[in-house]
């Protein structure tokens, strides 16, 4: 195993998942709960150092029962060395800890998660819309069930969907 | 210098000591006002808005307010196949768009595990790095122009015209590209393309150093740029600034350098890193790049071997036009590429790129089908609008257009 997850294993033997590497990346799966300690740890460590927020992003898998997969990527200067650290998290409770008081970067990236695929932060600072309007009302487009020509919603504004 | 905000608000509250007679401030009515900013305005680089909270002339929280140009090219791209989001990525960053189909083949290029022939890797090197020249060249144009120096402008454009010409005989357009393709690029330099090259590169320097004298010579220019819009390096990286916006700051954080790709290690060039963090110093290290990408593009011309210009896997690869339109198992690739696709391995992965804004990648997740499952982009000018507010905070209201500038932010790729 890589020696960064060896680490991450022995420190947070309750947190930690399972790591893989492949085409040369590190992901190491984490429980959500402990997230935000494990991150702290990458980050504060002099030995991991994990500095740079790289991205925030989230995937979903409709047929799982832990629906939506949330990523986080992040990258050490002084290592030159990266990190992929996953968690998941049911539909009923798509809540994990905000990444904000450590990465002051999260803020913009966590907003997009939450805009897209309505993932929940908990002690984020302003979580609102970011890319679609605020007052957009059919859920959350990135989620797979949703359709890519939306649900119609365009189509009651009057000038697209005029007909003469 | 910034001065700090609540030592400016303490002076508006005191009592000169000197005249106690003077009518003591606090009976004026003060408050903050609130100003939109955008999206319709000039200077923001496409639809951009800011709600600015302002006291006096001082800026005291600005809100950015993205998604105008929302698209929605991260859903789009699960529908299609691989090669058909090679266009959807020349419309991310528009300015560049040759850096943007690299950063995305290169991403789907290690999803593959495909290796690209040399003569592929020079070429992308060297179009990328034109590309480059291209980018640093309409932001050193419009940058000037927003604050106030309107000659710079034209002369950029007249340089950035003779590239984009270069651009329009290589594959066909100026701007949306689409030149590079997963295992290799679309079409290979005719020796006049590479003379034209050569003849650029000996022409640009001296234009440069005028552009520079423009600049340096003009007390506004230095005026405006020097100490704004100002981030320790330790706040840029915490942000996930990157590109010349991280380097002004004193951060040699260059993924050409840090981890090689394309042929990036097969010629001698140094990264200029600034000191300040200020709009000055990242406007030092954009005029120092454009010089480092001439001495790359020279190199690699020098040294360009011959070979083929994409990978040979017939699976993955699109045949050349020459034979898809003169043999029939070659027409049958290429159409079976196109609607189906090829099917890439179970797995993910995550490729950043060093673009001309900063770093651009890509986060492929692949279920074995014929399409991405989810493809998600980090996009540069989207992060550093994420330090906006940090870095606007304490400065006048007219800094804002340097602000917004100083990113080198264009709103394609912000908003996707």
């Known amino acids: 195993m890589h020696p960064t997850a060896e680490r991450i294993q022995q420190v947070f033997p309750e947190a930690f998942q399972r790591a893989e590497e492949w085409r040369g ?25 994990f500095d740079y927020i790289v991205h925030v992003s989230s995937v979903d898998w409709p047929d799982h029962p832990e629906r939506f997969e949330v990523v986080y990527e992040f990258y050490s200067i002084r290592r030159r060395a990266r990190i992929r650290v996953k968690t998941r998290v049911p539909e009923e409770d798509c809540v994990v800890d905000s990444m904000t008081d450590i990465w002051k970067g999260a803020d913009f990236m966590e907003r997009e998660v939450f805009d897209m695929m309505g993932i929940r932060f908990r002690n984020h600072p302003n979580l609102v819309r970011i890319l679609m309007p605020d007052d957009y009302p059919e859920g959350y487009p990135l989620r797979k069930d949703f359709p890519l020509r939306g649900k119609g919603w365009r189509d009651t504004f009057p000038f697209l969907g005029e007909k003469s | 210098m910034r001065p700090p905000l609540d030592d400016q608000r303490t002076t508006v509250y005191k009592v000169d000591p000197e005249h106690p007679e003077s009518p003591s401030l606090p009976t004026l009515r003060t408050e903050e006002m609130m100003l939109n900013m955008g999206p319709q305005h000039p200077s923001t680089h496409g639809v951009l808005k800011v709600v ?59 999803l593959l595990d495909l290796t690209v022939p040399p003569r592929a890797e020079y070429l992308r090197t060297i179009v990328a790095e034109v590309q480059r020249i291209i980018g640093h060249q309409f932001w050193l144009g419009t940058q000037a122009l927003d604050i106030g120096a309107m000659t710079v402008f034209f002369y950029t454009f007249r340089d950035r015209e003779i590239l984009l010409d270069f651009f329009d005989e290589l594959c066909g357009a100026r701007l949306t590209t689409s030149w590079y393709r997963i295992g290799g690029v679309e079409r290979d330099f005719t020796p006049d393309l590479i003379d034209k090259l050569r003849r650029f590169i000996d022409y640009f320097p001296p234009k440069l150093d005028e552009y520079i004298t423009f600049l340096e010579t003009n007390r506004i220019w230095l005026s405006r740029t020097k100490g704004v819009a100002v981030i320790s390096a330790e706040d840029a990286v915490n942000f996930g600034l990157s590109g010349p916006t991280l380097r002004g700051s004193g951060v040699d954080y260059d993924l050409r350098k840090f981890e090689p790709y394309a042929a990036y290690d097969q010629c001698e060039w140094s990264v200029p890193v600034g000191k300040n963090g200020d709009t000055y110093d990242r406007y030092w290290v954009r005029v120092e790049e454009m010089r480092e990408s001439l001495k790359m593009v020279r190199q690699l011309l020098e040294k360009l071997p011959d070979g083929p210009i994409m990978a040979d896997v017939p699976s993955v690869t699109l045949p050349p036009k020459s034979r898809v339109f003169n043999d029939l198992a ?17 797995g993910e992965i995550y490729c950043g790129t060093e673009a001309a804004k900063g770093e651009l990648g890509f986060y492929i997740v692949s279920t074995g089908e014929g399409k991405p499952y989810r493809l998600k982009i980090r996009a540069p000018s989207f992060i550093h609008m994420g330090a906006f507010d940090y870095m606007a ?14 990113y080198d932010i264009v709103m394609g790729e912000c908003d996707r």
């Open chain 1, 25 to 49: 990346d590190l992901t190491l799966h984490v429980a959500p709960g402990h997230l935000h300690e494990v991150c702290r740890f990458l980050h504060d460590d002099p030995d991991l150092d």
């Open chain 2, 52 to 110: 600015l909270a302002l006291e006096g002339e001082r800026i005291v929280k600005a809100t950015p307010v993205l998604g105008f140009l929302h698209r929605g090219v991260e859903k789009l791209a699960e529908d299609g196949t691989y090669h058909q989001f090679i266009p959807h990525t020349d419309r991310l960053d528009y300015i560049c768009a040759m850096y943007n189909n690299f950063a995305y083949c290169r991403a789907v290029e290690k």
């Open chain 2, 330 to 346: 070659s027409m049958i690739q290429q159409f079976k590429l196109f609607s189906e696709g090829f099917k890439a391995p179970t």
């Open chain 2, 393 to 406: 905070r304490g400065y006048m209201i007219a800094d804002i257009v340097t602000i917004f500038g100083t």
